[in-house]
């Protein structure tokens, strides 16, 4: 059966093919990226997001600065240019390193090939988080989630999207609350979007109807994903992903993050030790390029904030689900996983 979303990232004819999350949920289009600097400008504008997105794009971004770079200083540097690019998302850099060692070690050939590599574990990696996560979730459950990670954020399939895309084709009918993700509106428009050609019944509301939801006994579950996820369990997210976890503690309602072992970043002890990028502040002055706010208003555009570990109710990983005390449960899944390659 064909999946209704095409794959988020490929590689065709020495180019990227991008889907231009920019122009969802109006329109379903593509950019080609020949250049690295055009993959950063994909990265920086958002036409792609999503931290395991992020990894698979850095990673044949080298592979593309490999196959028309002259010399292995050259690509170096454009491996540094993809990582500045989004400071937040550990895969990134994840990415972007893998290819580059097996550029060193084999050229064009080894770049391409571990990037392709990254791409189909990817999608393999968020099938087996969708089965460990929608084991969590009871028949019928009302899901919350926050941001977009979906497929649009992965390769493929999704990570805590998946989970609830798991959930539903085993026959469990889950009902998802999709919060809008303010400021730049990725539950509104990507989260939304999947779920409309996924088929799954799901509702949008405010972001600031979560605690009302919540206090009515309306929300069974909240599932996100992560961009990172620090050693001791602290998971820095999408803006507003805090508070969403302080309102499920208070109502005593599971908190699940769903992400790759690629998110764990165990160097990253604790969450202050990560990096939150700040992004243009005419994206919290504007809406869909129309401006709502005086243009002489100061704004504050945090990308990410950061849940601290004591809120959050299970991790659920490729390879298994993650409890309290997570530097021993997340080492343990890391180790796991480094035996597989």
């Given at each position: 059966?064909?999946?209704?979303?095409?794959?988020?990232?490929?590689?065709?004819?020495?180019?990227?093919?991008?889907?231009?999350?920019?122009?969802?949920?109006?329109?379903?289009?593509?950019?080609?990226?020949a250049t690295v600097g055009e993959v950063c400008g994909a990265?920086?504008?958002?036409?792609?997001?999503?931290?395991?997105a992020l990894g698979a794009t850095g990673a044949y971004g080298?592979?593309?600065?490999?196959?028309?770079?002259?010399?292995?200083?050259?690509?170096?540097?454009?491996?540094?240019?993809?990582?500045?690019?989004?400071?937040?998302?550990?895969?990134?850099?994840?990415?972007?390193?893998?290819?580059?060692?097996?550029?060193?070690?084999?050229?064009?050939?080894?770049?391409?090939?571990?990037?392709?590599?990254?791409?189909?574990?990817?999608?393999?990696?968020?099938?087996?988080?969708?089965?460990?996560?929608?084991?969590?979730?009871?028949?019928?459950?009302?899901?919350?989630?926050?941001?977009?990670?979906?497929?649009?954020?992965?390769?493929?399939?999704?990570?805590?999207?998946?989970?609830?895309?798991?959930?539903?084709?085993?026959?469990?009918?889950?009902?998802?609350?999709v919060g809008e993700t303010r400021p730049v509106l990725q539950?509104?428009?990507?989260?939304?979007?999947?779920?409309?050609?996924?088929?799954?019944?799901?509702?949008?509301?405010?972001?600031?109807?979560?605690?009302?939801?919540?206090?009515?006994?309306?929300?069974?579950?909240?599932?996100?994903?992560?961009?990172?996820?620090?050693?001791?369990?602290?998971?820095?997210?999408?803006?507003?992903?805090?508070?969403?976890?302080?309102?499920?503690?208070?109502?005593?309602?599971?908190?699940?993050?769903?992400?790759?072992?690629?998110?764990?970043?165990?160097?990253?002890?604790?969450?202050?030790?990560?990096?939150?990028?700040?992004?243009?502040?005419?994206?919290?002055?504007?809406?869909?390029?129309?401006?709502?706010?005086?243009?002489?208003?100061?704004?504050?555009?945090?990308?990410?904030?950061?849940?601290?570990?004591?809120?959050?109710?299970?991790?659920?990983?490729?390879?298994?689900?993650?409890?309290?005390?997570?530097?021993?449960?997340?080492?343990?899944?890391?180790?796991?996983?480094?035996?597989?390659?």
């Amino acid at each position: 059966m064909r999946d209704p979303i095409p794959p988020t990232i490929e590689w065709r004819r020495d180019r990227i093919r991008l889907i231009d999350q920019r122009e969802l949920p109006a329109r379903l289009t593509f950019v080609e990226c020949a250049t690295v600097g055009e993959v950063c400008g994909a990265i920086r504008s958002m036409a792609v997001r999503g931290a395991p997105a992020l990894g698979a794009t850095g990673a044949y971004g080298v592979a593309l600065a490999a196959r028309h770079a002259r010399g292995a200083a050259a690509v170096r540097s454009a491996a540094e240019r993809l990582v500045a690019t989004r400071p937040t998302a550990v895969n990134l850099a994840w990415g972007v390193a893998r290819a580059l060692d097996a550029y060193e070690r084999s050229g064009f050939d080894g770049a391409l090939a571990e990037a392709h590599r990254i791409a189909s574990d990817d999608v393999a990696a968020n099938r087996a988080i969708g089965r460990y996560g929608a084991d969590l979730l009871p028949e019928g459950s009302r899901v919350m989630t926050h941001c977009n990670a979906g497929a649009l954020a992965c390769v493929g399939y999704g990570t805590a999207v998946g989970v609830i895309r798991a959930a539903a084709e085993a026959g469990k009918r889950p009902h998802v609350w999709v919060g809008e993700t303010r400021p730049v509106l990725q539950g509104a428009r990507l989260t939304a979007w999947e779920l409309d050609r996924l088929g799954i019944d799901a509702t949008l509301v405010a972001d600031t109807m979560a605690a009302s939801l919540m206090g009515r006994g309306d929300v069974d579950v909240v599932v996100v994903g992560a961009d990172r996820i620090a050693a001791n369990g602290d998971v820095a997210n999408k803006i507003g992903t805090y508070g969403l976890a302080v309102l499920a503690a208070h109502h005593d309602v599971p908190f699940l993050v769903a992400a790759p072992t690629s998110t764990i970043d165990l160097s990253t002890p604790d969450g202050g030790a990560i990096e939150v990028e700040e992004r243009d502040a005419d994206e919290v002055r504007c809406v869909a390029g129309t401006r709502i706010a005086p243009a002489r208003v100061t704004a504050l555009n945090r990308a990410f904030d950061v849940t601290p570990a004591k809120l959050v109710t299970a991790i659920v990983t490729e390879q298994g689900v993650a409890r309290r005390p997570y530097a021993r449960s997340l080492a343990r899944l890391v180790r796991a996983r480094a035996r597989q390659r």
